[in-house]
C-alpha cells in the first residue's frame, strides 16, 4: 500500500467517522424514549386523519388550514407499520436524522471544510427543537426536512446550474409548502438570494423552470383550499420583540420557555454571527449571505405571517427553519474564525452554545415519560365493553384521544363498537333522541367533560334516559353504564388490567384495574401504604405522594404483582431534634423562603416527620393573625390549610420526613403586632392537636407594621 493511499484512508476515516457518530447520536437521540410517551392530542388527530380515504384526508385537512403532503404520506406509512406509538412517530425519527445528515452536507457546501460541517452536523443534532419535533407525529420534521432540501437543491444548482439539480429543487421547493406552509420561507429565502447574486442566463433558465414546476401542484391545492381552509382567529401579537426572542431562544437553547432568561446568550450569538457573515461578505466568502438570510429573516417572516393571518406564534413553526439556521450561524462563525485575533472568541461561543444545547437535551430527557392521563380508561372500557355495545363519549376538542387508543387495540379491522361522539353543537338534543332511540345499554365516557359540555346539559339528557348501573371516575375523567334493562348488567369480569405506566414520580397516580373482591395493595419494601378491595370490578388509583421515598414499589393485585420504580422524590433529610412534636406529627424545621409583600406571597418551607402512620384526619395550618380584621371577623389576616405534605397521614412511610412550602397571600396589613403560626387540627372536628406544653400551636415569627 503506497503513502499516498494510507493518507487517503486515514483521511477518509478522519471524515465518515465522525460523520457516522454525529448521525448515530442524532438517532439515538431522536428515538430515545419515544415509546415512552402518550400520544397527544395533534398526534392523535394525525393518525386518525390518515386511517381514511385520500379523498376524505384532502377535504378535511383542506379545512383545517393545513397542506395535505404529509397526512397522505402518513396514509400510507401507518398501513405499512401500524399505528402504535413508536410505529407513528418513526417517520419523523427517520425525517430528523435524515435533516441533520442534509445539514452536514449543506455546511460542506457552503464553506468548503470538513470541520464547519461536522460542527453544523453537531449543532443541529443537539438541536433541542429538532429531537422534540423529530418524537411528534406530526409534519414539522418531515417539513424541516424539505425546508433544508430546498437550500441543498439551490446550492448545488448555484454550483452546477445542471437541470438534475433543477429537477430537485422544483420537487424540494414543491414538497416543502406543501408539507406545512410556512415551511415555504425556505424557498421564500433562496429566491432572495438568488434576486441578490445571480446573473447567468444559464441559472436563470433552470431557476425559473424549477420555480414554475413546483408553482403548479402548489397553486392548484391553494385553488381547492382556499375556498374551504377555516380558521378561527385567536389573539396575537404585533409586536416583533417576541418573534425575534422566540427565533433566537431556539437557536440558543432550542426551546419556547423561558425564553427570556436567554436573552444575553442570544444577543452575544447574533452580535458574533452578524460580525462573522460581514466578513464573509467582505472577503468574498461562499455562503456569507445566504447564511445571513436563513439566520436573520425568518422572525420577519413569521412575524408578518403572524400579523397579516393572526397565527400565534409556536416554536413549531421556528423548529421548520431552524436546522439551515444553525447551518447559517456555523458558515457565519466559520467565516469569523479566519480572523486570528477573533479565532478564540469563535471556539468560546462555539463551546458555550453545544453546553446550552447538552443541557437543554439533559433536561428534555430527564422531563419525558409516559403518563396514564387516558390509556387506563380506555383499556377498561375496551375490557367492559361487550362486541356491539355501544359507547357515547363526551370529550370536546379531546375526541382524538378517545378515539386514538380504541382504534390502535383493533388496527387494521374495524372496532367491534358502536362509537358516537356527544355533539357540541346546538343541535344536540335531536342528535341523541336519535342515537339512543332504540340503544337499551351503552357506555358513557367522558374526558374533560367541559371542553364539549360546557353546562351539562348533554350528560344530564343521557341521565335522564337511562339508569346509571355504575359510574367509576378516573381523576377528571371516567365512565359510566347506563342502561333500561331490568337485569344487572355491569360485567363480573374476573381478569386484571395490568398498570399502564410503571415509572412514576410525585404526583403521578398509578392505576390498575381490580375483580371485585380482590385486595390491591401498594408498597414499598415490607411496608403496606395503600390497600383497597373494591366491591366490584374497577379501575383503582394509588397516588404517588410526596412525602414517598424514591425507590422499587409492588403493586399487588390477588397473587398477581407488578414491579414499580419511584424517582424524583425529596431525598432523605438528616434529623436532629425537633423543633416541635404533635404527636401525629414532628416539625423540624420552618423557614420563611419569601418575606412578606403587600398582595404577594408570603412563602414558608416546613420539614415534617410522621414518626408512625395513624388515620386520624390531621390537616396543616399556617395562619397570620394579628389585629382584629373586620373583613375576616377575627384576628386572622391570612391562612393555608390542607394536609401535610399533600400526603394523607395513613398513607405516610413510618420515619420518613420530607418538606413541602406553604404560600400565604396577605392583603397591605395595618400597623400593630403580627405573627405567624403553625399547628395541626382534625379535619372532621376541627379540634386542635397540642404541643407538649398544652400550646395549640407553634409561634414561627413575630413582627410589627409601623405606621
Wanted: charged share 15%; with cysteine; proline share 7%.
Amino acid at each position: 500500500m503506497t503513502s499516498s493511499t494510507q493518507a487517503q484512508r486515514r483521511s477518509g476515516w478522519r471524515w465518515w467517522g465522525p460523520l457516522l457518530a454525529i448521525l448515530a447520536l442524532a438517532f439515538a437521540l431522536r428515538l430515545s424514549k419515544l415509546a415512552e410517551q402518550a400520544i397527544w392530542w395533534d398526534e392523535a388527530w394525525s393518525i386518525l386523519l390518515a386511517e381514511q380515504s385520500l379523498p376524505d384526508i384532502t377535504r378535511t385537512i383542506a379545512f383545517d388550514a393545513h397542506p395535505p403532503l404529509y397526512q397522505w404520506v402518513m396514509h400510507f406509512w401507518i398501513r405499512a407499520v401500524g399505528i402504535s406509538e413508536l410505529a407513528a412517530r418513526y417517520l419523523s425519527v427517520l425525517a430528523g436524522v435524515a435533516t441533520v445528515a442534509l445539514s452536514v452536507a449543506l455546511a460542506r457546501r457552503l464553506t468548503r471544510s470538513r470541520h464547519a460541517a461536522l460542527a453544523a452536523g453537531m449543532v443541529t443534532a443537539l438541536s433541542l427543537v429538532g429531537i422534540d419535533w423529530s418524537q411528534e407525529a406530526r409534519m414539522y420534521a418531515v417539513g424541516a426536512l424539505w425546508a433544508a432540501a430546498v437550500v441543498y437543491a439551490y446550492a448545488r444548482l448555484l454550483d452546477r446550474p445542471s437541470w438534475r439539480w433543477a429537477a430537485a429543487l422544483a420537487l424540494a421547493a414543491a414538497c416543502a409548502p406543501l408539507t406545512q406552509y410556512l415551511a415555504g420561507f425556505a424557498v421564500v429565502a433562496v429566491s432572495l438570494h438568488a434576486l441578490l447574486t445571480q446573473r447567468t442566463g444559464a441559472f436563470w433558465r433552470r431557476w425559473l423552470l424549477a420555480m414554475s414546476a413546483a408553482a403548479l401542484p402548489v397553486g392548484a391545492w391553494l385553488l381547492y383550499a382556499l375556498t374551504l381552509a377555516t380558521r378561527t382567529p385567536r389573539p396575537t401579537d404585533a409586536d416583533l420583540i417576541y418573534p425575534l426572542q422566540l427565533w433566537w431562544a431556539t437557536l440558543v437553547n432550542g426551546t419556547s420557555a423561558h425564553i427570556e432568561q436567554y436573552d444575553l446568550p442570544a444577543l452575544i450569538l447574533a452580535g458574533l454571527v452578524l460580525a462573522g457573515g460581514l466578513i464573509g461578505l467582505i472577503q468574498r466568502r461562499r455562503g456569507a449571505l445566504l447564511a445571513l438570510i436563513l439566520v436573520g429573516l425568518p422572525p420577519l417572516f413569521y412575524w408578518a405571517v403572524n400579523f397579516a393571518l393572526v397565527l400565534p406564534l409556536t416554536d413549531r413553526y421556528y423548529a421548520l427553519m431552524a436546522p439551515t439556521a444553525l447551518v447559517g450561524v456555523v458558515v457565519c462563525l466559520y467565516a469569523l474564525a479566519q480572523a486570528r485575533a477573533a479565532r478564540g472568541v469563535v471556539l468560546v461561543a462555539g463551546a458555550a452554545l453545544g453546553m446550552f444545547a447538552l443541557l437543554a437535551v439533559w433536561r428534555d430527557w430527564d422531563s419525558r415519560r409516559l403518563q396514564d392521563d387516558y390509556a387506563t380508561l380506555m383499556q377498561a372500557v375496551d375490557l367492559l365493553a361487550e362486541p356491539g355495545d355501544t359507547i357515547f363519549f363526551i370529550s370536546g376538542e379531546r375526541y382524538p384521544l378517545v378515539l386514538y387508543p380504541l382504534r390502535k387495540l383493533y388496527f387494521p379491522d374495524p372496532t367491534p363498537y358502536r362509537l358516537h361522539g356527544v355533539p357540541a353543537g346546538d343541535d344536540w338534543r335531536p342528535i341523541l333522541e336519535h342515537l339512543t332511540a332504540n340503544v337499551d345499554r351503552a357506555w358513557l365516557v367522558f374526558v374533560e367533560r367541559s371542553l364539549g359540555d360546557r353546562d351539562g346539559a348533554r350528560e344530564a339528557f343521557l341521565r335522564r334516559a337511562y339508569r346509571v348501573e355504575a359510574e367509576v371516575a378516573i381523576e377528571h375523567n371516567g365512565y359510566a353504564l347506563l342502561t333500561r334493562l331490568d337485569a344487572p348488567t355491569y360485567p363480573d369480569l374476573t381478569v386484571t388490567l395490568p398498570p399502564t405506566v410503571r415509572a412514576l414520580r410525585p404526583p403521578d397516580a398509578v392505576r390498575v384495574g381490580v375483580p371485585a373482591g380482590t385486595t390491591a395493595t401498594l408498597s414499598v419494601g415490607d411496608v403496606t401504604l395503600q390497600r383497597v378491595t373494591p366491591a366490584r370490578w374497577e379501575v383503582v388509583s394509588f397516588p404517588i405522594y410526596a412525602s414517598y421515598p424514591n425507590g422499587d414499589y409492588s403493586l399487588t393485585v390477588g397473587g398477581q404483582r407488578f414491579p414499580l420504580r419511584v424517582t424524583h422524590a425529596q431525598p432523605p433529610y438528616a434529623l436532629g431534634a425537633p423543633l416541635a412534636d404533635f404527636g401525629a406529627l414532628r416539625l423540624h424545621s420552618a423557614a420563611v423562603v419569601d418575606l412578606y409583600q403587600p398582595w404577594q406571597g408570603l412563602r414558608l418551607r416546613l420539614l415534617w416527620e410522621a414518626p408512625a402512620p395513624t388515620d386520624a384526619p390531621i390537616n396543616v395550618f399556617v395562619h397570620v393573625v394579628g389585629p382584629w380584621n373586620p373583613a375576616a371577623g377575627s384576628p386572622l389576616w391570612g391562612q393555608h390549610d390542607g394536609p401535610p405534605v399533600e400526603t394523607p397521614l395513613g398513607q405516610w412511610p413510618a420515619g420518613r420526613a420530607a418538606a413541602e412550602t406553604r404560600t400565604i397571600y396577605l392583603p397591605t396589613l395595618p400597623p400593630g403586632q403580627y405573627e405567624l403560626r403553625v399547628g395541626l387540627y382534625n379535619w372532621q372536628t376541627g379540634e386542635r392537636l397540642r404541643l407538649p406544653d398544652g400550646q395549640d400551636s407553634l409561634l414561627l415569627r413575630a413582627w410589627a407594621e409601623a405606621p
